[in-house]
DNA sequence: TGCTATAAGTGCGGTCCGTG
DNA sequence: CACGGACCGCACTTATAGCA
């Protein structure tokens, strides 16, 4: 099994993370902006797209610009590894009772910006660490563009910013909820952040994780039908195995629909799951990519198909500890 | 300094093509 | 013919660079 101490470790040697609450409002001169630092460039196909787009795009005669200074191309693609696993029982400090995980959190792989800050969900407009504070009671950040303006998002938001709290306790919070984080893909390599460029994709033993934590009853892919797809390419078996049935969801039946379709008759229970299986979320993606989502959108779905489920399960487990 | 064009990020969905 | 994978364009927002 990994072992999850060294995310940890990593909070240590970082000066970001002492600035965890107030990611979006760096001080000028800083440049932590993830597009001029990003170290690879974009595929081709999508610069093409981007072209195109424009060309069709507009009516308006465009203002001939002159050559923009072309940003850093990077060498051969590097391979990226994920972080490990986190879960409360990651928090050896705490003096509070770890609860059981019931929900595993799964993202594809850190993008480059998530990666360069050793957090999940690293990107200030990701909508994960947003909606986990609206549901679970704190704020992640000021929600801030760097030329101090207002995301567009931030006028939704539940909390004020006396409910920011840092990154590490984002985490705690989520963790000792009974939520655990982690990625499908452990090793891979990919020039940029774009999931669909993910190659020589190594999983991480997420069967073996459940194994390990038997009271998770549901895996959430954060990240649409694309995190999906890898775990449908990599865990056919488990799939076959009847331990997984997806969501009653649409999103989650519409990528699932072809495993369902082949499911045998004895694991397959349209009326819902039994109480051994494992619900298959494929929510709302999160990141800024999946822009034809409101906030509120993302928001409500986290909130009725993972969270509140989520913490109903945190309080029934609570209620048989305490029987017990 | 402010405006504008372009690049970048990234999931979704449609189309095409190869394979069984 | 069905299926799966690769490819491509679209969607929308923010950051950056260049010009007036």
Known sequence: MVVTR??????AHNPVNDQDANITSTP?????????????????????????????????????????????KSGPTPSTSSFDAVTAANFTKSNQVIPPVHTLLLGTHPSVQSLKENRYYGHPMNAFWWI???????????????????????????????QIVPYEQQLEKLCFSGFALWDI?????????????????????????????????????????????????????????????????????????????????????????????????????VSPAAAKYTYDEKRDFWEEHVYQPGLKDLEAAHIVANDG
């Open 132 to 162: 986990a504070g609206d549901c679970l009671g704190f704020r992640r950040a000021e929600g801030l563009k760097t030329n101090g303006e207002p995301y567009g998002f931030a006028s939704h938001l539940r909390y004020n910013e006396s």
């Open 28 to 72: 000028a001169g800083h440049s932590p902006r993830w597009n001029r630092v990003t170290p690879t460039s974009t595929p081709e196909k999508k610069r093409k797209s981007s072209g195109s787009s424009d060309e069709s795009s507009t009516s308006t005669p465009k203002k001939k610009s002159s050559p923009k200074k072309k940003r850093a």
């Open 185 to 285: 893909v452990k090793e891979c390599q990919r020039p940029g952040s774009l999931d669909s460029d993910i190659t020589q994709e190594v999983p991480n033993d997420i069967r073996g994780f459940c194994k390990l934590h038997p009271n998770i009853k549901r895996i959430v892919f954060s990240n649409g039908g694309t995190a999906c797809s890898f775990f449908k390419k990599h865990f056919k078996e488990w799939l076959d195995s009847g331990e997984l049935v997806p969501s009653q969801h649409k999103a989650s039946q519409d990528a699932f629909k072809k495993w369902t379709k082949n499911m045998k008759p004895k694991t397959k229970r349209p009326g819902g799951r039994d109480k051994h299986q494992i619900e298959c979320i494929v929510a709302l993606a």
């Open 6 to 11: 060294s995310f940890f470790a990593q909070f």
